[in-house]
């Protein structure tokens, strides 16, 4: 997939020179700035992560601790109408996934009337019947989204996957931002831009609004899997700027179904938990047993309804890619109206057509393991060698149950500064949705990746993808957009702010 064909947030498409009108005033400024100046300012952003410690981990490889995510200085914008649109959909899809959980662990309804096949639920390793019966306080599941967005045309938006469990990044939108304020300024005259720094203050909101009932003053926490996780600094940060307590399973305890946490002071009860620890280490009484990084007893505390959990165990069943080829037919189970934000097309390979067309066109398609994330046990069809199209088709043949297909998309690009200079990258996009008490709100921004290698479609961080900051620009009256909720997050733009 070269460059050529795709869409330019910026420039438009067919290879223009000259940017799209409502980018003027963008590709002014890169105009204008000199490339010199742009790289000793990308630079100065990536010292100060360096300084503040903004790494992740790649498992397996010796200077995992020292690796930053790369940044990149040209921001990508998204224009008021094309963020309502967005937030409707995104809005839509969260409701969704919360009802098919509720659901799925509770009455079936979804089963019975022959939606999906229940071998796709029963079979599937992320779907846990522990919890079934249970019900989260306040019936809420999925907690924090990040829906993975791809744009292939001016109006074109479709999901790529769905994360539902312990979706990360958000540490990156708000430090990108924080980072673009200080060194390009001139941009938050130029633009008026949503504010993405509340986003610690509405996870705190939506974290105590889903307290068992009873809790007048709840005590939340992060549990962490403590400083080796590949993500350990975002869990830190957000414990930080929620001016909460940051744990680990040694620091909590449960007795008689509550949980409590040790302190200098002594014992103090917790209400709320967002949990950084996948499922199966939650709790060692229910899910592994040789699990040192889970709390004994928190499934049944959970059970007893006297701590909610954030996400709630189970989600992966959400979050798994052969449920999200079905995720059209859930959204309008649950809604009664259409998909807003449309699939990408979708081949599972458990069905013998489509893994008859899968295998016959290896080399055009992208593969991916069902359950796999972060760029691992995924196919390139376009750019991967005979070997390894010859591999994933006995891998494929194997297992086919294991595997979903979709077409090599025409990612759009942004201006990306590269080594000559700037040039044209692959990106996606991760917005963040609370889903609290009080209703479901969408982040005015997200984590917008960038595949760095010319050509490359693979954004992720683990395969050397780099980030942008997001604008999301105000509507001409200075109003946020309309959300598709009453709630919405923002206020001042920060432009005002400055």
Known sequence: MGNGQAFDEIMGCGG???????????????????AHELRRRQESAEATFRQLGITFAVYGESDASERI????????????????????????????????????????????????PPDLIFGNAQFRPEIAGMRPPHGIWAHICGIDLVRTGPDDFFVLEDNARTPSGVSYMLENREAMLRLCPELF??????????????????????????????????LTPGHYNSAYYEHSFLADSMGIELVEAADLVVDDDIVWMRTIGGMVRVDVIYRRIDDDYLDPLVFRPDSMLGVPGLIAAYAAGNVALLNAPGNGIADDKAIYSYMPEIVKFYSGGEAKLPNVETWRCREPQALKYVLDNLDKVVVKLVDGSGGYGMLVGPTASKQEIEDFRAALIAEPERYIAQPTLALSTVPTLADSGLAPRHVDFRPFVLTGSKGVQVVPGGLTRVALKPGSLVVNSSQGGGTKDSFVLMDGQGQRPPMAQSQTMGGMTQGQQQ
């Open 69 to 116: 995510i790369p940044f990149d200085i040209v921001p990508r914008i998204f224009l008021a109408d094309e963020w309502r649109r967005l937030s409707e959909g995104l809005v839509q899809r969260v409701e969704a996934i919360n009802a098919f959980l509720d659901d799925i662990y509770g009455a079936r309804k979804i089963l019975d009337a022959g939606v999906l």
């Open 189 to 222: 005259r130029e633009f008026r831009v949503a504010a993405v720094d509340s986003y610690p203050d509405r996870l705190l909101e939506t974290m105590k609004s889903v307290a068992p009932h009873g809790a007048m003053n709840p005590v939340c926490v992060v």
């Open 16 to 34: 223009s020179t000259t940017p799209r009108p409502e980018m003027a005033a963008l590709g002014q400024w890169i105009e204008d700035t000199p």
